[in-house]
């Protein structure tokens, strides 16, 4: 789930189809992570928060998902750079 999604989700905006298809791969990646879908949010609102501040990123294409491959938990964070923040 984006950030817009979850905004959209909690005021609202989205129909309850995709609302629900969005709660239940929220469980899936917590079953498959062992971690809760909540800390898998904070993660990617903390993830987005600290690329800001080098890179303006597309929000609404920011996917991050948590699975295990060959006993270790893996991390993918795909994000949609717009430009970099050169002037730091």
């Known amino acids: 789930m ?3 999604a979850l905004l959209n989700a909690l005021t609202g905006k989205q129909d309850s189809k995709d609302v ?7 469980v899936l990646v ?8 909540e800390f898998l949010e904070k993660i990617k609102e903390e ?7 080098y890179m303006e990123i597309d929000e609404g294409q920011t996917v991050i998902n948590m699975h ?4 270790t938990a893996v991390l993918e964070a ?8 050169r002037n730091m």
């Open 47 to 53: 993830m987005v928060r600290v690329i800001s501040q």
């Open 68 to 71: 295990h491959t060959e006993g």
């Open 20 to 26: 629900a298809k969005e709660r239940l791969r929220l």
């Open 78 to 85: 795909n994000l949609a750079i717009k430009s970099i923040r």
């Open 2 to 4: 984006n950030l817009r």
């Open 30 to 37: 917590h079953d498959r992570a062992n971690v809760s879908p």
